[in-house]
């Protein structure tokens, strides 16, 4: 079992910034893969952004240029560093934890926060 402890979002005005981290504990495997999935009032859960436990990442590409992933390997800590924000952005964001970095083994998800960007 692998438990995710999202912390960051919020209320932000349109071009501004913030940002969010997922913590993850318990039963922690590597290679993982760790991301972000964010999810729309009326529409389906998209992938926002991944990183794998050995760096490589991925980006929708409504997000390339403005988001930037990162992760603490030490810390089991992904974050999502989000600039240049638009009300299209607003959404309940996901933390995802994979077992593997094609992202097809079990996976967990965090209880999710919320994003709001005002225009």
């Known amino acids: 079992q692998v438990l995710l402890a999202e912390s960051g979002g919020g209320l932000v005005q349109a071009g501004g910034s913030l940002s969010l981290s997922c913590a993850a504990s318990g039963s922690i495997t590597r290679p993982n893969v760790m991301g972000w999935y964010r999810q729309a009032p009326g529409k389906q859960r998209e992938m926002v952004a991944t990183?794998?436990?050995?760096?490589?990442?991925n980006y929708v590409d409504s997000v390339k240029g403005r988001f930037t992933i990162s992760r603490d390997n030490a810390k089991n800590t992904v974050y999502l560093q989000m600039n240049s924000l638009k009300p299209e952005d607003t959404a309940v964001y996901y933390c995802?934890?994979?077992?593997?970095?094609?992202?097809?083994?079990?996976?967990?998800w965090g209880q999710g926060t919320q994003v709001t960007v005002s225009s």
């Open positions: 995802n934890f994979n077992r593997r970095v094609d992202g097809l083994g079990p996976e967990y």
């Open positions: 990183i794998t436990s050995g760096g490589s990442t």
